[in-house]
């Protein structure tokens, strides 16, 4: 009953899978990355699902941006469910030896938290945290700024001019994670607090949040269709549950795609590894294909029986990786689930594991379908003189393996985040895999010409690295492959960490102040300059007006956004920042038309951001209305620039002449360069005459930028070291391959009057060479692939860690110099007359 193929298949399995561990090992390695990847991110997605309505603070968040609720906005909002309100703001806090740190300050009323629970250390309760006493507002802070301060609980400290206790530590808030990043440590204390500051005028950076807790039977989803029913037209944005974190979620399905394509990659690389270990094995068993053959058995049965064995080991090699794949996310949480940012529920998640298991036997039927057609169609006596070199022929196992192929591209392209991006990826790997091999094949051809002008063991290793079954043309691809991932996310990493450790610190202000009362601009300017001890300068100090608006009407037309394209909308459907100024500010990057003269005194005119022109085609001359507090502007457009944010300059999307807003009471900003010195006496200096102006060091939050990015290169480096790894088990499997034929070539060598120290030699510099071969083109096409993540995505300086490229390359020669030596020591183990007489 059972078919003879499977009898045959049943009977070599029995041998063990000695010759199919190079095999085992590739498919392993990219199922487990790919599994891995995805069960992580399934991992931080359950988390953040089972946690939906603590991260939002309700059922449905409803927050309005420069402003209060209206009262009627409110009623509307009760009339929904229970209610908590919450205002942010930022301040300086200052404690009574002078020490000033800038908070993101909280006030919250009502029934908070309506969700979740807010987890405090020194207090039993929030109330007790946040009461009133003796004309201070309780409070509970984040260590950090105990620590900048020198405070502990029970000390006063001022934020702005209004006086607080830190009551508590504030250890967790259940609705942080979708407020999104903060520039300094977290204040919760009541709204009377803000109130009492002066924190909510109109105009001032502040944000208001109504959460609520939906009446019984009442769905999140018609609750939201409700309030933009009764409140149309009203600017606010509104979200629920689902829509909890959209920023982390975002991040959580890029980073899984990100390592998974590199698992995928590895995969690729790793093919050449499998097609080369289904080769070897059916070259040590020509002999038993031959046999069968010439008793009468058909090609067909000749495949299955192979296919079975293939099929059975590409299962085993994918179990291992799934295995491998489920059990370190695992592992990753028992280790750092108490310190990881983001909720995480880790578990064996079925659907990545299965994602993965579908990579990894599409992969493995892509690569190893080509070696059976060979051996299916060789006829017997070919197999009897040990050929089995002959040309596949077109049949069924070719479009299987085409069809496994283009499964592959699929599947990656059906579980990316944007097809677009996906099917770059997939083409560039098959770009850099196509340029690989023809380098491989071009250096073998170079090296079958240059030995005819070299000598000795010289001449020995190049003619093995032109021979056919040269390591340059089997081993080659996988490994620059490996390197050029590895490349290209030392070269983007470089980059990202350059730029916010050396340029930005030298293009970027290194102070940026908020909240300057207009009226007393001036004086805070003669502080500034006594604190800094030197005169202001254009170079090094910029004060400018500040308020934000939207733009509403375009050439007198109003502003459809949703007739807009999707990222050039921005500035359209929301409120975006703007300034008024006369001269021509520094560095201003006029792109069409010209500034206007300083003494300008006519009809308003504009400066616009040239993406925020893109958005609807706006050119020099046209008019655009803006609606600020409540107020229309018309101005027509004078220059288009491109604003380089974060930069020294006028960083502002639209900027006016000043007689657009003439008359307005706008608080005003600055930004200055300093070195730390001069920072810290600034910052004292403020303390007295101007505690409500806020000073954030853009260092510290370079700084800060650049440790959580190092945290997170880290793992994307492992995890294109994995594709690295998937090189050296094809260049491992390669030399497992050709090892008789190396035993036999050094019982010749030796008979002939080779020393070891030749033939160690020819080997070193044949695997060396295809080592560097590799690891230089790797590195070329790492380079191709990084330029234009880091210029054209990131609009990031463009530099190269040499050093880091060096390491590349003398690492991916070394290893292969070494893959070459136990090859050599391999082939040297054994005696000549044993050798020579074993085949």
Partial sequence: ??????????????????????????????????????????????????????????DVAVSVQLRRFTPEERRVLEGMGRVSWAVGSRAMAQSASGERRLVE?????????????????????????????????????????????????????????????????????????????????????????????????????????????????????????????????????????????????????????????????????????????????????????????????????????????????????????????????????????????????????PLPLAKAAAFGLLSAAAFSLAPLARARATPPASLFRSDLSGRVRFGPEIIAAGLAAAGLAALAVVTAPTPLAAGIMIAGVAAAFTVLWALGWAAARLAGRMRAGARGAVRIGLANLAG????????????????????????????????????????????????????????????????????????????APFFTGRIVKVRGAPVDPKALPERERWAYDNDISMSAIGPEPPNPQITAGRWWPAGYAGPPLAAVDEDVARGAALKVGDAITVQVLGVEIEARVAALRKVEFGSFGASFPVVFTPSAVAGADLHQVAIAKADRAAEARVVHALAGPFPEVNVISVREQLEAATDLFNRVALAVRGAAAVAALAGL?????????????????????????????????????????????????????????????????????????????????????GLAGAGGLVAAFQALSQRPAPALRAE
């Fill in 105 to 349: 300050l909280r006030g919250v009323a009502g029934d908070y938290p309506l969700a979740g629970k807010v987890t405090l250390a020194g207090a039993p309760s929030l109330d007790a945290a946040l009461r009133p006493e003796a004309g201070a507002w309780g409070a509970a802070v984040e260590q950090a700024l105990l620590d900048r301060l020198h405070l502990k609980l029970g000390d006063r400290f001022d934020a702005g001019n209004v006086p607080i206790v830190a009551r508590a530590v504030l250890k967790e808030e259940p609705d942080r994670l979708s407020r999104g990043f903060a520039l300094g440590p977290r204040v919760l204390t009541r709204m009377g607090a803000l109130e009492q500051g002066g924190f909510l005028v109109a105009g001032l950076p502040f944000g208001e949040t109504a959460r609520i807790a939906l009446k019984p039977g009442v769905a999140p989803k018609g609750a939201m269709a409700q309030i933009r029913r009764e409140l149309p037209g009203r600017s606010f944005r509104i979200r629920d549950r689902d829509d909890a974190a959209p920023g982390v979620k975002r991040l959580i399905d890029q980073l899984e795609y990100f390592l998974g394509f590199i698992g995928l990659a590895s995969l690729v690389a790793g093919g050449l590894g499998v097609f080369g270990a289904v080769s070897a094995y059916l070259e040590a068993r020509k002999p038993a294909i031959a046999t069968l053959k010439a008793l009468g058995a058909q090609g067909a049965l000749i495949r299955d029986a192979y296919l079975v064995q293939i099929a059975v080991l590409a299962a085993l090699g994918v179990a291992i990786g799934l295995v491998v794949g489920a059990v370190a996310p695992l592992a990753l949480g028992a280790l750092v689930k108490d310190k990881l940012p983001v909720p995480a529920l880790f578990a064996i998640y």
């Fill in 468 to 543: 056919p079954r040269s390591a340059a043309r089997t081993a080659s691809p996988a490994i620059g492959l490996g390197v050029g991932l590895l490349a290209c996310v030392v070269l983007i990493q470089s980059s990202l960490l350059a730029e916010v450790s050396d340029v930005a610190p030298r293009t970027a202000p290194a102070l940026v102040f908020t909240d300057i009362p207009a009226e007393r601009a001036a004086e805070l300017d003669a502080v500034v300059a006594r604190a800094f001890g030197r005169p202001l300068s254009r170079e090094t100090w910029l004060r």
């Fill in 1 to 58: 009953m059972i078919p003879l193929s499977v009898r045959f298949a049943a009977r070599e399995l029995r041998s063990g899978v000695r010759g199919f561990r190079i095999f085992l090992a590739c498919l392993a390695l990219g199922v487990a990355a790919i599994a891995a990847a995805g069960s992580t991110a399934e991992a931080f997605r359950q988390g953040l699902a089972s946690q939906a309505r603590e991260i939002l603070g309700g």
């Fill in 729 to 813: 088990l094809v260049l491992a499997g390669a030399i497992a391959a050709r090892a008789r034929e190396r035993t036999r070539e050094a019982a010749i060598l030796k008979v002939l009057g080779a020393s070891r120290a030749q033939i160690l030699f020819a080997y070193v510099l044949e695997y060396g060479l295809v080592g560097a071969i590799a690891g230089a083109a790797g590195v070329a096409l790492g380079y191709v692939a990084a330029w234009p993540v880091v210029v054209k995505v990131f609009q990031a300086h463009w530099s190269v860690d040499w050093a880091g490229v060096a390491a590349l390359l003398g690492a991916a020669a």
